[in-house]
């Protein structure tokens, strides 16, 4: 006869043969390719039953905003880091004076262009997107905003820039941005601001899906201690999806 | 009859989707297999930070990767799969160069990482099988219920459950052969 049904097989793994015929039941001791069936069928079964203490997680973070912002621009190359400007700082691009072979040369490349555009096209600029921004209030009672943190999405690179120049400024001091976690325990340090108040700094993402999302800027003494002095000028919290 | 629940119409559709570039269909391999990927790495890894790190970047290697894939109706996932296994390994081989650490998974043979592995997969396809036959294989397998048990729990003929657990195990085992295939 010929092989035996998958479902039949599948009925002898798991112990119901009397859902068989006698004939099956023959075929099945004499031959070797659907008794080799039935016995994968079995174990996979037992395998199967092992599979009960294999639950499956989710991630822990906002992943899919983390894999939105890193394919963002569509392209199928890695986008380029971010150049470390401090934030504030509009940096001017210089200006050049076209020679004027340039200027013939791409008046007579208006017509290929047609042709070479996909070839030729420039980069997009760059995709910047702001996701938060808090404000950063003293921590007395008058709340009293001397500065501003921003979350941004740059080049699918996450960046916390921090303005705060009217913060008290202390020769021999200085201010440095921190992320503490909600959970009151944990904190990071994140850098110092520059004699402005201005800092640029890259977070990963995961950081602030861990909860690490108040910014704290402290007064920073020189005395070589890497840890936060405890002297917290102002904060913000930045909203759980920033 | 091995159609798997993995192998249907949809994923061919999605895979399309995938390789033209659009982000919704990103987005929703992201829901499809988000867990399945983190759970792999979770386990290989023990670090939840390190899982959810590994699971981004296979999304994101998928997405600039996707040209490499060819649109069927089971490779999407098992691509997937092989993705995250090497991401798992550049991070065991980032951590060793780092620290030497010598972890539990660490000290698994390759033998015991491809069935914890096939274990987690073989559960992730459990959780993707239509119901009621979701229902009635976990009835059978982790609750241990004989199949007269599972048809008046669910007031189902007997030969209605009998026969989801047949084809819910032959579904299983075409989905874990798929991934073997393609994957390795």
């Given at each position: 006869?010929?092989?035996?049904?998958?479902?039949?097989?599948?009925?002898?793994?798991?112990?119901?043969?009397?859902?068989?015929?006698?004939a099956?039941?023959?075929?099945?001791?004499?031959?070797?390719t659907?008794?080799?069936a039935?016995?994968?069928?079995?174990s996979?079964?037992?395998?199967?039953r092992?599979?009960?203490?294999?639950?499956?997680?989710?991630?822990?973070?906002?992943?899919?905003?983390?894999?939105?912002?890193?394919?963002?621009?569509?392209?199928?190359?890695?986008?380029a880091?971010?150049?470390?400007?401090?934030?504030?700082?509009?940096?001017?691009?210089?200006?050049r004076?076209?020679?004027?072979?340039i200027?013939?040369?791409?008046a007579?490349?208006?017509?290929?262009?047609?042709?070479?555009?996909?070839v030729?096209?420039?980069?997009?600029p760059?995709?910047?997107?702001?996701?938060?921004?808090?404000?950063?209030?003293t921590?007395?009672?008058?709340?009293q905003?001397?500065?501003?943190?921003k979350?941004?999405?740059?080049?699918?690179?996450?960046?916390?820039?921090?303005?705060?120049?009217?913060?008290?400024?202390?020769?021999?001091?200085?201010?440095?941005?921190?992320?503490?976690?909600?959970?009151?325990?944990r904190?990071?340090?994140?850098?110092?601001?520059?004699?402005?108040?201005?800092?640029?700094?890259?977070?990963?993402?995961?950081?602030?899906?861990?909860?690490?999302?108040?910014?704290?800027?402290?007064?920073?003494?020189?005395?070589?201690?890497?840890?936060?002095?405890?002297?917290?000028?102002?904060?913000?919290?930045?909203?759980?999806?920033? | 009859?091995?159609?798997?629940d993995?192998?249907?119409?949809?994923?061919?559709?999605?895979?399309?989707?995938l390789?033209?570039?659009?982000?919704?269909?990103?987005?929703?391999?992201?829901?499809?297999?988000?867990?399945?990927?983190?759970?792999?790495?979770?386990?290989?890894?023990?670090?939840?930070?390190?899982?959810?790190?590994?699971?981004?970047?296979?999304f994101?290697?998928?997405?600039?990767?996707?040209?490499?894939?060819?649109?069927?109706?089971?490779?999407?996932?098992?691509?997937?799969?092989?993705i995250?296994?090497?991401?798992?390994?550049?991070?065991?081989?980032?951590?060793?160069?780092?620290?030497?650490?010598?972890?539990?998974?660490?000290?698994?043979?390759?033998?015991?990482?491809?069935?914890?592995?096939?274990?987690i997969?073989?559960?992730?396809?459990?959780?993707?099988?239509?119901?009621?036959?979701?229902?009635v294989?976990k009835?059978?397998?982790?609750?241990?219920?004989t199949?007269?048990?599972?048809?008046?729990?669910?007031?189902?003929?007997l030969?209605?459950?009998?026969?989801?657990?047949?084809?819910g195990l032959?579904?299983?085992?075409?989905?874990?052969?798929?991934?073997?295939?393609?994957?390795?």
């Amino acid at each position: 006869m010929s092989h035996i049904d998958d479902e039949l097989l599948a009925a002898a793994a798991l112990g119901d043969d009397q859902d068989l015929s006698t004939a099956e039941r023959a075929h099945l001791l004499d031959c070797a390719t659907c008794s080799a069936a039935v016995a994968e069928l079995r174990s996979l079964g037992e395998e199967l039953r092992s599979t009960r203490d294999e639950p499956l997680s989710e991630p822990t973070g906002d992943l899919l905003a983390v894999i939105s912002a890193a394919t963002a621009s569509g392209r199928s190359t890695r986008p380029a880091r971010e150049p470390q400007t401090p934030a504030g700082t509009v940096v001017p691009l210089p200006i050049r004076r076209t020679p004027t072979w340039i200027k013939a040369g791409a008046a007579a490349a208006v017509v290929g262009g047609f042709l070479l555009g996909r070839v030729t096209a420039p980069e997009p600029p760059p995709q910047t997107r702001v996701l938060a921004s808090v404000p950063l209030d003293t921590l007395d009672t008058q709340h009293q905003q001397l500065g501003q943190a921003k979350m941004r999405v740059s080049n699918s690179h996450m960046f916390l820039d921090v303005t705060a120049a009217s913060l008290p400024v202390k020769a021999k001091e200085m201010h440095e941005v921190w992320l503490i976690n909600l959970d009151g325990k944990r904190m990071v340090a994140v850098g110092l601001l520059d004699p402005d108040g201005n800092g640029t700094f890259e977070i990963p993402q995961w950081l602030l899906d861990q909860g690490y999302r108040i910014v704290d800027i402290s007064n920073e003494p020189d005395d070589g201690n890497p840890n936060h002095s405890g002297d917290s000028l102002v904060r913000g919290t930045l909203p759980q999806r920033a | 009859m091995s159609r798997t629940d993995w192998a249907d119409s949809s994923i061919t559709e999605l895979s399309a989707r995938l390789v033209d570039g659009d982000h919704d269909g990103l987005a929703e391999c992201y829901h499809r297999w988000s867990g399945l990927i983190y759970t792999l790495a979770l386990r290989s890894l023990g670090s939840p930070v390190d899982a959810d790190d590994v699971t981004s970047q296979v999304f994101i290697s998928a997405w600039t990767g996707r040209l490499r894939l060819t649109p069927s109706e089971s490779a999407l996932p098992a691509w997937l799969i092989g993705i995250a296994r090497h991401r798992i390994a550049d991070k065991w081989a980032e951590r060793s160069r780092a620290t030497k650490i010598e972890g539990v998974a660490a000290a698994m043979t390759p033998t015991q990482q491809d069935s914890q592995e096939e274990r987690i997969v073989l559960r992730h396809c459990v959780e993707t099988l239509a119901e009621p036959r979701r229902t009635v294989v976990k009835l059978a397998f982790y609750d241990d219920l004989t199949h007269e048990e599972i048809s008046e729990r669910l007031g189902m003929p007997l030969g209605t459950v009998k026969s989801h657990v047949r084809r819910g195990l032959l579904s299983l085992r075409a989905s874990l052969q798929e991934v073997a295939h393609v994957a390795h």
